[in-house]
């Protein structure tokens, strides 16, 4: 049973949209990340987390917005889309150093 | 500016080779370093991992090459085997940080 999850696995939008993706971990893991996958960059941590009604910046935050409501929940907001945020989104959780990647949310800004 | 760096892009290896992926880094507090395999659709998942305090480290057909010094590491599959084809991050981190520095992967292909 997977014990990261993430929402809606496929989101379309145009310029300028309102975006959420959600993230449900099972694992009880205290952090929780939110990263960005693009050709030639790897993965880019957006924000993070180390519990519910903490927020940490990452490494590429401007556009973007994150809310951390349970020890489970992790949600990525874009209230803004923009095309560069065009971009394959991971989500994961871990206790200590290993962490562990949901299947990822693929976003589309038209 | 790339905290990590990782060489080849992409690497083309027959079956029963060895495939070497080359990893550096910048900073010069980073001590932990760990290796994610991504396949496609997936999300990564932990390979393998080394400490600064080891200069190698072996799980299977997986081994870690650490020189703190030059401040590099490789990661070695050796009998490439074609379920081994995917991507490879190296990352980074410092002790008791939680978010890692990822590179920009090397996608590996075993041909049988």
């Known amino acids: 049973e997977a014990a990261v999850t993430q929402s809606p696995r496929n989101k379309v939008t145009v310029t300028g949209g309102n975006v959420t993706l959600s993230c449900r971990q099972t694992?009880?893991?205290?952090?929780m990340y939110w990263y960005r996958q693009d050709t030639g960059h790897g993965l880019r941590l957006i924000h993070y987390?180390?519990?519910?009604?903490?927020?940490q910046i990452g490494d590429v935050p401007d556009g973007y917005k994150a809310t951390r409501t349970t020890q489970e929940d992790f949600f990525l907001l874009l209230e803004l889309a923009s095309p560069s945020q065009t971009s394959l989104y991971f989500c994961?959780?871990?206790?200590?150093?290993?962490?562990?990647f949901g299947p990822g949310t693929r976003l589309l800004v038209l | 500016q790339q905290q990590v760096r990782q060489s080849p892009q992409s690497l083309t290896v027959w079956e029963g080779e060895t495939a070497i992926l080359n990893c550096s880094y910048e900073?010069?507090?980073?001590?932990?370093f760990p290796w994610y395999q991504q396949f496609p659709g997936e999300g990564p998942a932990l390979l393998i991992s080394?400490?600064?305090?080891?200069d190698k480290k072996e799980d299977g057909r997986f081994t870690i090459f650490f020189n703190k010094r030059e401040k590099k590491l490789s990661l070695h599959i050796t009998d490439s085997q074609p379920g081994d084809s995917a991507t490879y991050f190296c990352?980074?981190?410092?002790?008791?940080?939680?978010?890692?520095?990822f590179g920009t992967g090397t996608t590996v292909s075993v041909s049988p």
């Open positions: 994961a959780s871990s206790a200590q150093d290993t962490q562990y």
């Open positions: 694992n009880s893991h205290n952090y």
């Open positions: 987390s180390y519990g519910a009604g903490n927020l």
């Open positions: 900073d010069s507090t980073f001590n932990y």
């Open positions: 080394i400490r600064s305090v080891s």
């Open positions: 990352a980074a981190t410092y002790q008791g940080g939680r978010a890692l520095i």
